[in-house]
Nanobody
Framework: QVHLVESGGGLVQAGGSLRLSCVAS????????MGWFRQVPGKEREFVAT????????RYADSVKGRFTISRDNAENTLYLQMNSLKPDDTAVYYC?????????????????WGQGTQVTVSS
């Protein structure tokens, strides 16, 4: 497993942007498929985006496609989520996760390490 720490959350107006970061411990970051998920109180955690080990393949939830961009810097052991054109419905706690991926990399059970989460609040 790997230790993950997210940062970059905050309060932003609708239409604004934020960039989330997730720093991973250890020297095996490139071994992992990485993902971003989000959760609103009272609801299940939902998939946002995933990226393969070398950053060449990405996948997004329909709700964020065209607005969010996932990327990674393997030299810096860091995962990013650039969020543009934010909407109030994007308000949630955002979690990064690492795992072995596979065809179900949009599912929570494809990941075995999770960060503590960072709050994103979008005001209307």
């Amino acid at each position: 497993q790997v230790h993950l720490v997210e940062s970059g959350g905050g309060l932003v107006q609708a239409g604004g942007s934020l960039r989330l970061s997730c720093v991973a411990s250890g020297r095996t970051f490139i071994s992992y498929v990485m993902g971003w998920f989000r959760q609103v109180p009272g609801k299940e955690r939902e998939f946002v985006a995933t990226i393969n080990r070398i950053g060449s393949i990405t996948r997004y939830a329909d709700s964020v496609k065209g607005r969010f961009t996932i990327s990674r810097d393997n030299a810096e052991n860091t995962l990013y989520l650039q969020m543009n054109s934010l909407k109030p419905d994007d308000t949630a706690v955002y979690y990064c996760a690492s795992g072995n991926g596979g065809i179900h990399s949009y599912r929570e059970d494809a990941y075995d390490s999770w960060g503590q989460g960072t709050q994103v609040t979008v005001s209307s």
